[in-house]
């Protein structure tokens, strides 16, 4: 009985050993190729997966930088500090990055704004397309105020206050989430830096505006002609400012007769 107990450990080993050394010589030839800097770039990304970079995530963005199809400031999230530390793998120059911030283009929170009726069904921006007349909100324009951009934001950087929804800009990553998520398209990257924007986003002439709203833009031109370095202009009824021009001096906000570009730092 001791016999066949030895013979079977040892068949039991030997099959192990050979099993062993198959598995080794197949891992080393058929062994897949890793690219160190993928891996390198892949630990610097903060694994947000938000898909901000415009890749699926942040292996994809990784392999992406590794191959040269991507810039190393690729990473929204990450910025200029992540941005130094993958160039400095790749033995590239970081460039300059400047951060950016979501804005919602939209003060007509409750008490500036019109309802034409009360909506009670399903709490949800996107849906308000089968609803009447867009939603409940008289301006058309408007954010809804349901909350669709909130679920879209990984970093909890967008709250809805008084019915608008509003960034907090210290939280915003500029992942652009938010941005593609407004089906009113309200919502844009604009500079961390920036010193004013407008708070609207109506196209409608000044008396409609009015009607329904106590803030919008009535698109008089006031703030164009106030500008000294053409930094904003008036087309489709509504005032936008190029903040690559805009110095910040605050003419247009204090001649707006609406109130509506405001100081963003």
Same mark, same amino acid.
């Given at each position: ?121 399903? #709490?949800? %921006?996107?849906?308000?397309? &089968? ?5 409940? /909100?008289? !301006?058309? *324009? @408007? ?67 009015? #009607?329904? %709203?106590?803030?919008?833009? &009535? ?5 164009? /002609?106030? !500008?000294? *370095? @053409? ?35």
């Amino acid at each position: 009985m001791m016999t066949g107990i030895i013979i079977a450990a040892c068949a039991v080993g030997v099959t192990g050993l050979l099993l062993g050394l198959f598995l080794g010589f197949m891992g080393k030839k058929f062994a897949v190729e890793v690219d160190q800097k993928e891996i390198d770039v892949r630990a610097e990304l903060p694994g947000n997966n938000c898909g901000g970079c415009g890749y699926a995530g942040c292996d994809a963005l990784a392999k992406a930088i590794a191959a040269g199809e991507a810039d190393c400031g690729a990473c929204p999230v990450g910025g200029a500090p992540v941005a130094a530390k993958i160039a400095a793998i790749m033995g590239a120059e970081a460039g300059s990055q400047e951060r950016m911030t979501a804005f919602v283009k939209c003060g007509g929170d409750c008490d500036k704004a019109k309802n034409n009726y009360v909506y009670s069904g399903v #709490q949800d %921006c996107t849906m308000m397309n &089968i609803a009447p007349n867009g939603g409940p /909100k008289g !301006c058309t *324009y @408007g954010c809804m105020g349901y909350g669709s951009c909130v679920k879209a934001c990984p970093f909890d950087a967008i709250h809805v206050v008084n019915g608008v929804a509003v960034v907090d800009k210290e939280k915003c990553k500029a992942c652009g989430k938010c941005v593609a998520t407004c089906p009113r398209h309200l919502i844009e990257l604009i500079p961390y830096k920036a010193s004013y924007a407008v708070n609207c986003s109506s196209q409608n002439k000044g008396k409609d505006v009015m #009607q329904v %709203c106590s803030v919008g833009c &009535i698109g008089c031109m006031l703030c164009t /002609k106030q !500008c000294e *370095y @053409g930094a904003i202009t008036v087309e489709n009824n509504i005032a936008h400012i190029d903040q690559s021009k805009c110095v910040g001096c605050g003419k247009c906000a204090e001649k707006c007769p609406k109130k509506i570009i405001h100081k963003q730092n």
